[in-house]
Each structure stands twice: as structure tokens, then as C-alpha cells.
């Protein structure tokens, strides 16, 4: 454990190096920050931090700058004596923003990745919430032409689906209405297990003159039940990373950006560690990724009534003002909590 001092000198370091992204020396401290020790004694202290890991030295410079090992003590110490801050306007404000462009909990999330990476100024990463055994709700088929049906789908935890449906041949519209009121007669309540187990030639004989159409639409259905489970992903603010000067390197920011821009592994990463913690933060090498050792990630969780249903978060260069934003990812969290609730309430509602 260090001593008070070396805490305090570490700590300006950070919050210095945070500032200025340039590597900081003894004199730097001295002028910016009141630590009642004179430049010689921080200089000291610089070094034994060098030599307790805390602190490394880049190539031809006398200034040092922070070790992963220095960002992990300094956001323990957060987590474990600073409770985050909530902003009343301000969540207002997001609360606002997120709440007047999201009319569905899928756009909610895309939504809330872009607002949070304009906020932030970082790359945003969000999953869309994981309903498994979500059921139908409603469904209704919209002619679009004469051989083509809109096919729009509503489950009970507020997720819409779009399919369009090609026909063989034309049929009037007042035929579409009773196939969807068929459809939900059989189906509304149903889980995707249950979908093919309802459906039987049984029953599809009350309704017999339209067995093709129902046979073509029956496979849609499962598979936007069978979307609905599935993990989406939101990213925005990709090129974000160009904006910093740790990523001046073209190939670095390529080796970042495409990580991001694979889905199945930026998943992976976010659901790595369980959906159990409300804040979590990864830290440089940490992160198991080589595309990503230089980078830290921020992530919070959102929730269906007390069940944690999703994630969303920030990531970018290991320097970054951990305090600040763990604030505003807080304030994500409870507001976009919030808004699904008043989402779901709404369709149970309806």
C-alpha cells in the first residue's frame, strides 16, 4: 500500500496526464498542484513510483506517465470511497433527449449509444436488451402492393419487428385482416417454442383457404421471435478514437476500429463479465483483446423492473477522466431503467 504522499503525487500525475496527454515531470506538479513538498522530494517520489510500477517512462522524455496499474489503484479508490454524483439537470436533460426520439426500447438503445458518444466524445458501445422468452403480443399484416404484406410484430416486453411477406398471388385486404385476426387468436401469448406446436393442420383447417399464405408467414414469425433473443449491437462515435493522440498511429486506429466493427467479439467483450455489477471498468492490458490493451472500457448496466436486462458503454485510451465518467454513465443507466419501465408500462397498458 503506498504512503499518503506518494497517493497525492500519483494522483496529480494522473489527473495532469489526463489533461495534457504529455508526459509529466517534477516541475509540472510543483506549479499545478499545492502538495507542500518541494520539486526534489516529488522527483523522489516519481521514481520509487517508477520502481513500485505505478509510473513509466517514455523514450526520450524526463517526464513519466501513468501504468495501468496506476489507473486500476486510482479507480478503486473512486469505486470504494466516491459514490457517483447525480446531476439533477442534467439526467433531466439526457432523460429528455433519450425519451423524445425513442419510441421502442431497440431505438432507445441505439439511440442512447449516440447520445452518450456525443456527450463523451468517445466511441459508444451498446447491447440491445436480452428478452429471452419473449412472447407475442400482436401481430398484423399491412398490404404494401398486391403481392407484398407488411408483416409488423409486437412482443410483450415492447419490441417491434418488421417483415415483409411476397405472396404467390394477389389477395383482397379485407382477406389480410382475418388472417391477422387469426394469427393473433392462435397465437398472441405464445413463445417461440410454442409457435409450431399451436400451429397444427388441426387447426389450420379453420381456416383452410388460406393454409399457403399462413405456411409462408408461420417461418417469419419464429424468425423475428428468434431476432428478438438474439444480442444486437450499437457502436457510434467509431472514428472518435482519431481525435485522441494516442491513436496519431494510422495502424493502431485501423486495428482499433475494426475490432469494433466486429460484432460477435465487441459482444463478447461486453458480456465477458456477467451483468451482475452496475459499473465496470476494464483497464489496458486487462482487456484480453490486443486491439484494445491500450484502451479502457466503461460499462453500466440497464434493467426490466430488478432484472439487469442489457449494457452500454464507452471506450477509448486508458487516459481518460474516470470520475467524470462513471458520473455520466451513472446517469445513463437509471434513465434509460427508467424509460423501459415507462416503455413496458405502456404496452401492458394498451
Known sequence: MLDDRKLRVLYAIINSYVNS???????????????????????????????????????????????????????????????????????????????????????????????????????????????????????????????????????????????????????????????????????????????????????????????????????????????VDNVDLYADGITKILDFPEYRDLEKAKSFISFIEDKDLVVELLLNNSLSQDIEITIGNENIYDAIKDCSLITTTYKLGNKTIGKIGIIGPTRMDYLALMNIMHLFSVNITEIINMLMSKHISK
Open 21 to 227: 496527454a504529455e508526459p509529466i515531470g517534477s516541475r509540472t506538479i510543483t506549479k499545478q498542484y499545492d502538495l507542500g513538498v518541494s520539486s526534489a522530494t516529488i522527483r523522489n517520489e516519481m521514481s520509487d513510483l517508477e520502481e513500485l510500477g505505478y509510473l513509466n517512462k517514455p523514450h526520450s522524455s524526463s517526464g513519466r506517465v501513468p501504468s495501468d496499474k496506476a489507473y486500476r489503484l486510482y479507480v478503486d479508490e473512486i469505486l470504494k470511497k466516491k459514490k457517483p454524483k447525480i446531476d439533477l439537470i442534467k439526467k433531466d436533460e439526457i432523460k429528455r433527449i433519450l425519451a423524445r426520439e425513442s419510441r421502442e426500447i431497440e431505438q432507445l438503445i441505439q439511440n442512447s449509444a449516440k447520445v452518450l458518444s456525443s456527450i463523451t466524445s468517445y466511441t459508444a458501445l451498446a447491447i440491445s436488451p436480452q428478452l429471452k422468452g419473449s412472447r407475442i403480443k400482436h401481430i398484423q399484416l399491412i398490404p404494401i402492393d398486391n403481392l407484398q404484406i407488411l408483416m409488423v410484430l409486437v412482443t410483450n416486453t415492447g419490441v417491434v419487428k418488421n417483415s415483409i411477406f411476397k405472396l404467390n398471388k394477389a389477395i383482397p385486404e379485407e382477406q389480410t385482416i382475418i388472417i391477422s385476426n387469426f394469427l393473433n387468436d392462435k397465437l398472441k401469448g405464445l413463445s417461440i417454442d410454442e409457435i409450431g406446436e399451436e400451429i397444427s393442420d388441426g387447426i389450420i383447417r379453420e381456416i383452410y383457404d388460406y393454409k399457403t399464405i399462413i405456411d409462408g408467414i408461420i417461418p417469419i414469425i419464429s424468425q423475428s421471435m428468434d431476432d
